[in-house]
């Protein structure tokens, strides 16, 4: 199993440019989230999904879009990128167990992004 | 406002020593679980332990262990037996329940060296 996969490691993006940071599993797992993490805080919640066809926003949803169509994807767009957003994002998946209790979250290697 | 709060921004352990992470949350839910998490220079976030709680017993994982103090809403990380390897920021994180279950609150983080 590969686990949570993100593609690019690295991007630089100029101000007002859009891109998509791509996030796969092949955990069947029904959540996924997208982080990020901003030097000296931890990680804050963007969006997330329960499961193909539904998502919800996070704490700092502001500036990105999300769809899942799958269970296996859950594609982030930046919309119109601005150097606020010059971070490092994390994508992360968990799972039910039978009792309805989740777990860890899986998460992905991260992509730091730069926005100049 | 903040639900999780780790008061140790950074702190030194010699090696074999046993070192005390403090984490203290905020929720009124009565359905939540808690989660540590390690980061080091690479990048990657790391699970280490998980805390539920309706968990009667505090968590263990080989050299970790968590303090678990409900009426105190505390979650201390303890690691016995630094080593060298255990070099790292750590985060808390806690899951509440209901609709939140894909979706993780940090705290800032507590850097951690061990030195020979």
């Known amino acids: 199993n590969a686990g949570v996969t993100q593609t690019p490691k690295f991007q630089v993006l100029k101000t007002g440019q859009s891109m998509t940071l791509q996030c796969a599993q092949d955990?069947?797992?029904?959540?996924m989230s997208w982080y990020r993490q901003d030097p000296g805080m931890g990680l804050r919640l963007i969006h997330y999904s329960v499961g193909a066809g539904i998502t919800d926003q996070g704490e700092v949803p502001n500036g990105y879009n999300v769809s899942r169509s799958t269970t296996e994807d859950f594609p982030l767009r930046l919309l119109s990128a601005a150097p606020s957003q010059t971070s490092v994002y994390f994508c992360?998946?968990?799972?039910?167990?039978?009792?309805?209790?989740?777990?860890?979250?899986?998460f992905g290697p991260g992509t730091r992004l730069t926005v100049t | 406002a903040q639900k999780i709060t780790q008061t140790q921004p950074g702190m030194f352990v010699q090696e074999k020593e046993a070192v005390t992470l403090d984490c203290t949350y905020d929720?009124?839910?009565?359905?939540?679980?808690l989660f540590w998490y390690k980061q080091p220079s690479s990048g990657e976030m790391i699970f280490l332990i998980y805390?539920?709680?309706?968990?009667?017993q505090n968590a263990t994982e080989g050299r970790y262990s968590l303090n678990f103090q409900k009426a105190r809403k505390s979650a201390n990380l303890v690691i016995s037996a630094s080593q060298l390897g255990d070099s790292a920021m750590y985060f808390c994180a806690m899951r509440e329940g209901g609709d939140s279950w894909g979706k993780l609150q940090f705290g800032a983080g507590t850097q951690v060296v061990v030195t020979p």
């Open positions: 955990m069947n797992h029904e959540y």
């Open positions: 992360a998946s968990s799972y039910s167990s039978i009792s309805g209790v989740t777990y860890e979250q899986y």
């Open positions: 929720t009124s839910d009565p359905s939540y679980g």
């Open positions: 805390q539920g709680s309706y968990d009667q």
